[in-house]
Nanobody, 121 residues
């Protein structure tokens, strides 16, 4: 079993910055792709950014140039550096990870519980 815990959310003014963290713990064998998603009130959950174990990244068009995803494979932690935040970035941010079980080699996806980011003056 793998647990993902997000942290770093909060209230920030427009134009400000935040850094989110997603720490994986438990019976970790191999984490593959990790992603950040977000869900605003009344909207569907959307992909924000993703990163492979090798460091390849992809971003939603709405955050390109403002957000940077990274990961520390030793610490089993993923980050999302968010700059130039806008009110429309307000949402609950969730992390996701694909994990391979050491015993069965089965791949399974895990979600964190989410962290609130509010951008408002």
């Amino acid at each position: 079993q793998v647990q993902l815990v997000e942290s770093g959310g909060g209230l920030v003014q427009p134009g400000g910055s935040l850094r989110l963290s997603c720490a994986a713990s438990g019976s970790i064998f191999r984490l593959y792709v990790m992603r950040w998603y977000r869900q605003a009130p009344g909207k569907q959950r959307e992909l924000v950014a993703g990163i492979t174990s090798g460091g390849s990244t992809n971003y939603a068009d709405s955050v390109k140039g403002r957000f940077t995803i990274s990961r520390d494979n030793v610490k089993n932690t993923m980050y999302l550096h968010m700059n130039s935040l806008k009110p429309e970035d307000t949402a609950v941010y969730y992390c996701y990870a694909d994990h391979q079980n050491i015993a069965t080699l089965e791949m399974r996806g895990y979600w964190g519980q989410g962290t609130q980011v509010t951008v408002s003056s």
